[in-house]
């Protein structure tokens, strides 16, 4: 299936590591142009250079987006470098385990902000792009905003609100025939999975203890498995979804606890 990904102009926040690479890389791979922004200017020209050796064009944005002008700096410097977007993909974020017993009302506040608040900016930023593209949103959520974690009220508080956000948007922009939608993960192995499992006493056997309750294999989920998600949810065979939650999570939320 041609997706029609080609040449477009995607944006892709915290697309350096983890989940964010994968659809940095699936992007590229369906020929379309992945801008992709991250913090940690190794690991951003480490793919790059990637990319570049397998004769994908991709650009990247060495940006840290809890501030307010770097997002806007980061969508300036997308349309000056191709003149159009055609994608938003808003990743980028930290489970900072800011809980009730474990955190403060400020560092309450900056862990809310931190994660919640560029998805925001991003958007808004790219908004007048969008409108002319009739872009695509996605959203990475997680199931914490649905199931809970303990411990982190924070990140949990700012998932949430960025499916009540997928809505909105979805809402506000159908008159542009902007789709917006949200993916939430469970369970995937990623540079920010590994440091929450390293928590625990017995990481090795936390992580056994989990995958062995996720429904469909009995496996986590691969990033490439989320990324694949992705470019379907931006490309025009999805045009006719919007302000949908799409659980890739092999039946984790979901399905009876009583079967595993
Ligand atoms: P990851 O490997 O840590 O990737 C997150 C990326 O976002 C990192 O490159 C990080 O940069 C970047 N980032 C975070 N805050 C940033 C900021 N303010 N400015 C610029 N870059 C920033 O984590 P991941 O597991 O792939 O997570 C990706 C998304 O999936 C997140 O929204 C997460 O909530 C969601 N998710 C993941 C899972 C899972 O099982 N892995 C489950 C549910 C939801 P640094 O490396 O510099 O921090």
């Known amino acids: 299936m ?24 699936a992007v590229a791979d ?17 793919l790059l250079n990637e990319l570049k050796k397998n004769n994908k064009e991709a650009y990247y944005i060495q940006v840290d987006l809890h501030n307010t002008e770097s997002c806007k700096k980061a969508v300036l410097e997308t349309i000056n470098k191709y003149g159009k977007i055609d994608a ?18 400020d560092a309450f506040n900056v862990s809310v902000s931190n994660n919640l608040n560029h998805y925001y900016n991003m958007a808004h930023f790219c908004l007048e792009e969008l409108k002319k ?28 609100a960025q499916l009540a956000l ?19 993960p469970a369970e995937v192995m990623t540079p920010l999975y590994k440091s929450w499992l390293s928590t625990f006493e017995n990481p090795e056997e936390k992580r056994k203890e989990i995958t062995k309750k996720i ?8 990033k490439e498995e989320i990324a694949s998600m992705t470019i379907f949810l931006i490309s025009n065979k999805a045009n006719h979804i919007t302000g949908q939650h799409m659980f890739v ?4 939320t979901h399905l009876d606890r009583s079967i595993t």
């Open 249 to 252: 999570d092999g039946g984790y």
């Open 30 to 46: 369906e020929g379309g142009i992945p801008v992709f922004i991250g913090r940690n200017q190794e690991n951003g020209l480490l």
């Open 166 to 184: 997928t809505r909105e948007w979805a809402v506000e922009l159908l008159k542009y025939k902007i789709c917006v939608n949200a993916i939430i």
């Open 2 to 25: 041609d997706l029609g990904l080609k040449n477009k102009v995607v944006i892709i926040t915290g697309g350096t590591t983890g989940i964010g690479k994968a659809i940095t890389r």
């Open 133 to 160: 593209t009739e872009g695509k949103i996605v959203n990475i959520s997680s199931k914490t905003a649905l199931t809970g974690q303990g411990g982190t009220s924070g990140y949990a508080a700012a998932k949430g």
């Open 88 to 105: 938003l993909i808003n990743n980028a974020g930290k489970n900072d385990s800011i809980g009730l017993e474990n955190g403060s009302p």
């Open 215 to 222: 429904p469909l294999g009995n496996r986590m989920t691969t």
